[in-house]
């Protein structure tokens, strides 16, 4: 990864962190290669190539991306469209990499620039290109002025994914203003019968996939929140009509950006489809100063000829390769550990006899993290007041966190913490000492969410706060885990600070100041793992996953609803990343009561932890986790890194929901069974597993619900995959699942 969008300047010890990352990442790229004959530009990975070429008029042109072409296959020089009238010339049917909005441009631009002058046009012109290793680098220029832009491409090597970027540079005299910017445009080939998927939701309502024809005009999807937001993910998919989860070809992106964003998928005049995203450019303006550049977020695309599903395992294979964090000398992330979090037991009312008392339980069920949640700090008894105040509460713990941690330790647990160090309550002592540290405008109300302000980290002295207080209780406490929570949107964007022309530069700064925090606290403090969290899936994207371990995809813990919320989730993003707990039935959501096996077997779908007040547990509750957990522990590789098949969708009200997922060496499998509701005396659908090799036996062992009688103990990966197997599901909300293991 760079560090040219982050907050200058990093401490040498966060610069440490990126370098590891890139160390890490170095031996799976795939390199470029230049036909200096024809001037383009060629990279083969995976199943995937894709080339770009400079025409005649010197632009850069996206002549192929899509499956993998012959070495010996040639490209002629790139030629620009003819265009159709003097309505819709050639500038806007080209299919071109990078484009300034300048000259006759209709179409979506990458980048928009106001001078001081009032000059508008920006039209760029290939100017050289540099391929450094396994990266390439194409410049750009304006036709007059000093207006300079890098484009940055490197592409996976086991994926074909490839990941771009945009750095523009101010060598002119004077600053000029960033209205609008791109990563850069994706151009898929020309076609009519094109379907867009994308994802949707609301607070408990999250990663719904939505699907829509494309037609001529623009979609936009975006969040204009401030970060990353529910309502739209920064993720997209674009097939042909008749591509599904196995088959057809699949053109599929992600914005790598935390803060306010936007992709746009256009369908032009000639039916070419094109691609763009970025920051948000609504209520959006950066002054550039001479001699500084401003280098966008990345912006990785994809491209599978076997369909949806494969799509999302490309995504995450290199999730899990390449973007999260890992320890020093680790080619992959840490597993995530099985974890406890003491929300929903306790609220804000924790205190030290309570938490050990839950710690102690805990332990018994072999979970191996332990997390108090809100409440331990400040004055804060409620959601209304404490937050910004991150001392320790001393009437809830007079002795501080040290004998609460030291106890946990000796239950063979690490030690996890809640914090929410973005926001101010107005009753803290924070908020009273510097009431200007949040966003606000001049002499206007300031909104509350959830009885609390945003502090603007965009603001030198709100961020070194931040991360100071972060670093202190680091320092004094042994402290593993950090639940990193944002529970609201922005509202007032305004940084009274700084003169008007700067202050539409929060969105950035902000973001890119959240980032810069999470870097150094990761870089001196390596042991900790942070999860992202906000109100639920509100801040998930390729961005923040590189600086943290784990995401909150839901604060809907409801295990039926979860099933749709997990699949939605994994379109985009690894279930080694997705946290799910086991909480308490009837949930707050929709009172409904389902059994703690169910309830166990959604959430071991993704990393298990466990949110339930286990004050209320019986004996037997705690035999049957006990034994789940250990379970979970048997298989948690396979699910965490290993390919994920979504077998039977429970998108559309289905009645059933069947996931599978092979381990990255191919000796286990794992399959979960969900049913709704079993009707007419109709059997539960035969379950066709995917993935396994055709010739190999394997074993095949139910650790919850029942075979068919008929079902063999052995058989071959064939058999399995087209045979298939039958399992006894009657009733509602009933589910079963089984492993396969590899006889080799």
Not at 455 to 483: C, H, M, Q, T, W
Not at 644 to 653: A, K, N
Request: glycine letters at 8%; aromatic letters at 12%; hydrophobic letters at 35%.
């Amino acid at each position: 990864m760079t560090v040219k969008y982050l907050p200058r300047p990093l401490s040498a010890a966060a610069l440490l962190v990126f370098a590891a990352v890139q160390a890490a990442t170095a031996q799976t790229a795939a390199p470029f290669h230049f036909d200096a004959a024809t001037n383009t530009f060629r990279v083969d990975a995976a199943d995937t190539t894709y080339m770009i070429g400079v025409n005649e008029n010197h632009q850069l042109q996206t002549l192929y991306w899509g499956k993998r072409l012959s070495a010996k296959d040639h490209f002629a020089r790139a030629k620009s469209s003819p265009g159709t009238s003097a309505f819709d010339p050639s500038e806007g049917s080209t299919p071109q990499e990078f484009v300034g909005w300048g000259g006759v441009l209709y179409v979506e631009p990458d980048l928009k620039v106001t001078f001081p002058d009032g000059n508008r046009d920006l039209v760029l012109k290939y100017q050289s290109e540099r391929i450094e290793g396994d990266q390439l680098f194409l410049s750009l220029k304006d036709v007059s002025r000093e207006v300079y832009v890098t484009l940055a491409y490197r592409m996976d090597a086991e994926t074909g994914i490839l990941r771009r970027s945009a750095e523009i540079e101010n060598r002119t005299g004077a600053p000029f203003t960033i209205e609008q910017v791109s990563a850069g445009t994706w151009n898929i080939p020309r076609g009519t019968d094109y379907k867009l998927r994308y994802l949707t939701g609301r607070w408990a309502a999250e990663w719904n996939v939505q699907e829509q024809e494309i037609h001529g005009g623009k979609t936009t999807l975006e969040s204009r929140r401030g970060s990353t937001g529910s309502q739209n993910n920064p993720w997209f998919a674009i097939s042909h009509a008749e591509a599904n989860e196995t088959s057809g070809d699949v053109w599929f992106g992600a914005l790598g950006w935390s803060g306010s964003w936007q992709i746009t998928v256009e369908q032009d005049t000639l039916q070419q489809v094109r691609v763009n995203g970025g920051p948000n450019a609504f209520d959006f303006a950066y002054r550039l100063q001479k001699g500084e550049r401003f280098t966008t977020p990345y912006f990785y695309g994809g491209f599978s000829s076997t369909g949806i599903g494969e799509a999302s395992r490309k995504m995450h294979r290199l999730e899990v390769n390449t973007l999260l964090p890992r320890p020093s000398g680790s080619a992959l992330p840490k597993l995530r550990p099985v974890l406890y979090n003491s929300w929903e037991a306790t609220e804000f009312k924790v205190d030290e006899p309570g938490q050990i008392a839950l710690a102690e339980k805990a332990a018994s069920l072999g979970v191996e993290r332990f997390v108090m949640d809100d409440g331990w700090f400040g004055q804060r008894n409620s959601d209304h007041a404490g937050l910004g105040d991150w001392y320790v509460n001393k009437q809830k713990f007079p002795h501080g966190l040290k004998p609460l941690i030291d106890k946990v330790h000796s239950l063979n647990m690490e030690f996890g913490l809640w914090v929410e160090p973005e926001m101010v309550n107005p009753d803290s002592d924070l908020y009273r000492a510097h009431p200007d540290w949040v966003l606000n405008f001049t002499g206007r109300p300031r909104s509350e969410g959830r009885n609390q302000l945003m502090l603007n980290l965009a603001r030198p002295d709100v961020r070194a706060y931040v991360y100071g207080v972060l670093d202190k209780l680091l320092s004094e406490n042994d402290i593993a885990f950090l639940k990193w929570d944002y529970n609201r949107n922005w509202s007032e964007p305004g940084w009274p600070a700084v003169p008007p022309e700067d202050q539409k530069k929060v969105y950035v700064d902000f973001t890119r100041n959240f980032y810069g925090i999470l870097a150094e606290l990761r870089a001196k403090h390596p042991s900790v793992e942070i999860e992202s969290c906000s109100g639920g899936g509100s801040r998930v994207d390729l961005g923040v996953m590189q600086f943290t371990d784990e995401v909150w995809p839901s604060d809907n813990t409801d295990a039926f609803d979860r099933l749709s919320i997990q699949n939605g989730f994994t379109y985009a993003y690894t279930p080694g990343t997705m946290m799910a707990w086991v909480t308490d039935s009837p949930t707050w959501v929709n009172q409904r009561t389902l059994s703690l096996e169910y309830r166990f077997l959604s959430s071991m779908q993704g990393s298990l932890g466990i949110g339930a007040n286990l004050n209320h547990w019986t004996p037997t509750d705690f035999d049957t986790a006990r034994a789940l957990v250990a379970q979970y522990k048997s298989i948690r590789e396979t699910i965490q890194r290993g390919a994920l098949y979504r077998l039977v969708s429970p998108e559309h009200q289905s009645e059933e929901s069947v996931t599978e997922s092979v381990s990255r060496d191919g000796k286990q499998a794992v399959t979960f069974a969900f049913l709704h509701s079993s009707t007419e005396l109709y059997p539960y659908p035969r379950i066709h597993l995917r993935g396994l090799e055709s010739d190999a036996m394997y074993a095949i062992k139910p650790f919850a619900g029942k075979l068919a009688a008929d079902t063999p103990l052995t058989a071959s990966g064939s058999y399995w995959m087209n045979r298939g197997v039958d399992l006894q599901l009657r009733g509602d909300f009933q589910a079963a699942a089984f492993t396969l293991e590899r006889l080799d």
